[in-house]
């Protein structure tokens, strides 16, 4: 499988555990639901932008979203938020509880963040 073809299939197994829809993505993302179905079909691949906004999305790495074909499954994703720091654990959770504008607000805050630029 090449990186696309592993995206696709991650994207997908990642909405479908999450049960996220893909207009939840888009918005957060600030893509057209078009552009995302396109992901989900393997049609085209989001810009690196777009990636890392999707991982974010997910709590998981970018690395993670192309670099396995392994399937994702619930012990890969409880494994990978039990290597969080609780401090993580705790954003991740506030961030996932929070609506859609205070996730846009917070994102836009930490990339904001000069660390975040590097």
């Keep these: 499988m090449n990186d696309r073809e592993i995206f696709r299939k991650n994207l ?19 893509a057209k639901t078009t552009t995302v179905s396109g992901w989900t079909r393997g049609i ?27 399937s994702v499954s619930s012990p890969v ?10 401090e993580e654990q705790r954003l991740l959770d506030a961030f996932r509880a929070a609506d859609d504008r205070a996730r846009a607000d917070a994102l836009a ?5 000069p660390a975040a630029k590097k």
């Design 77 to 86: 994703l409880r494994s990978s938020y039990n290597e969080l720091t609780p």
């Design 109 to 113: 805050t930490l990339l904001q963040h």
């Design 12 to 30: 997908n197994d990642f909405l479908s555990y999450s049960g996220k829809k893909q207009k939840d993505l888009a918005e957060f993302v600030g």
């Design 44 to 70: 085209s691949y989001p810009r690196a932008d777009a990636m890392e906004k999707i991982a974010l999305f997910f709590g998981v790495s970018t690395s993670r979203l192309v670099g396995s074909s392994e």
